[in-house]
């Protein structure tokens, strides 16, 4: 091996070195939001009967339910970082600036769930939790398309017909995620009573779930007709 050979090869154990570094801060800072978020799950000390202890389990319910929201969207998003990171082969300022704005409304999740579980009565909480989910998923929309567009000598020699047809369903999806928003605003003003208000705020939350599965499930038949006309 020639030593331009072996500066090439050193070259590129750097670079991959330095991108594993990037992917394992981000993946530490998954793991620590839902960290974060499942340790407000616990009970008050105190001594329990068995009625004392279903009505404390009834009043920890909204805090396990913000939990289970919030891990299947930290989930879902992980899993497309995975995706898109797996595609990597280098690395630039974008990059980490991207990576780094979308790991930041990330951190911002424990924060809205401790707003949704507080005072789910009025409709600000809610709304700003609603506002990170949004700004989370328009941030990793941006990085995914610096990815795919922008970043051609990042990338390994992979087809991105594929990641191109995810990022186009990834910004149907957060359109509606905003149609749906100003949906629930409607519907929380035409709710007169306003101890019901507050579901408005839960049937968004099952609307998001939906058009998110819904989209993937979408994504799945359009790749399935692909394969079928390639083939």
Known sequence: MTDKNQEITKEEIKKEFQLERMILFSDAVFAIVITLMAIEIHLPEAHYNEITFVAALKHLMPTVFAYALSFFFIGQMWYKHLQ???ILKDYDKGLVVRNLIFLFFIGLFPFGASLIISRVEI??????????????????????????????????????TEQKLSLRKRTILIISMAVIAVLAYITYLIIPDKEDKHYAIYWVFLLIVFAYKSNSKKKEKSIAKKDVTQN
């Open 84 to 86: 898109m990171f797996s």
């Open 123 to 160: 409709l600000l909480p809610p709304a700003i939790y609603f506002g990170i989910i949004i700004c989370c998923f328009g941030a990793q929309l941006v990085l995914q398309d610096y990815i795919i567009n922008r970043g051609k000598g990042l990338i390994v020699n992979v087809d991105l």
